[in-house]
């Protein structure tokens, strides 16, 4: 065997070794599966994250694949994302990144989906969070008023105890403190916020319950 073929060689047989030790062998195997990122959860558990995470005790570290984990936990609608961490010698840790709960959506039976600011919902509760506002109304406008709520300024978004849908024309919303807003449709978002914040200002509104910004050329305080 000539030297060169030696030297060709050594480096197959260490790639091959190191692939076995890492990808088969015992060495680096499972034994420990630790979950974090669930504080604030409503209905997971570390023990429905392992177990329907497709990850086992024995099981391979290397072969952990992050895709195939994240897929399977898709199946829980509160889990925005999962990142894999490997610690030697022997444990997995799942770290799950929960939906934020921005919104939650009233239903007909009196109880309280949470959702996220992209009106996705992921879990049923009997009185929604302190300070998260409500939405009530036909859910096919829920869109409407997560694009209209999200171009509020922050000091009016914090303010929002409720979005009310009665038509893709009449979303409605009401602040802390009574004062109902009619916004109307999501179109003239600019042009409306303007308005809304040049008639709060006045000094003669400040004791307005209700303003109307639908048509914002033509503005209505009471």
Not at 90 to 115: P, S
Not at 118 to 139: C, K, L, M, W
Not at 165 to 192: F, H, M, N
Request: proline share 5%.
């Amino acid at each position: 065997m000539s030297v060169k073929f030696k030297k060709l060689l050594i480096p197959i047989i260490l790639v091959a070794a190191l692939g076995y030790l890492f990808g088969w062998s015992s060495i680096f195997d499972i034994r420990s599966i630790e979950v974090s990122g669930l504080e604030g959860s409503k209905t997971l558990t570390a023990k429905k994250i392992i177990r329907k995470s497709g990850i086992g005790i024995g099981d391979k570290l290397a072969r952990v694949n992050a895709g195939d984990v994240a897929r399977a936990l898709s199946v829980y609608p509160e889990v925005a994302g999962v990142d894999i961490n490997r610690k030697p010698l022997h444990t997995v840790e799942l770290v799950i990144q929960l939906r934020e709960v921005d919104v939650a959506f009233a239903t007909r039976q009196g109880k309280f989906l949470l959702g996220d600011k992209n009106g996705v919902t992921f879990v049923e509760v009997s009185r929604p969070p302190q300070g998260v506002p409500v939405i009530a109304g036909d859910r096919r406008f829920i869109n409407d008023a997560m694009q209209i709520y999200d171009a509020l300024p922050k000091k009016i978004r914090q303010r929002v105890a409720r979005i009310d849908l009665p038509s893709k024309a009449s979303i409605t919303l009401e602040l802390r403190g009574g004062l109902k807003i009619l916004w109307g449709s999501v179109g003239d978002q600019e042009a409306k916020l303007t308005v809304l914040d040049a008639l709060l200002a006045a000094p003669e509104n400040k004791r307005a319950r209700f303003v109307d910004i639908a048509t914002p050329l033509t503005p209505t305080v009471r």
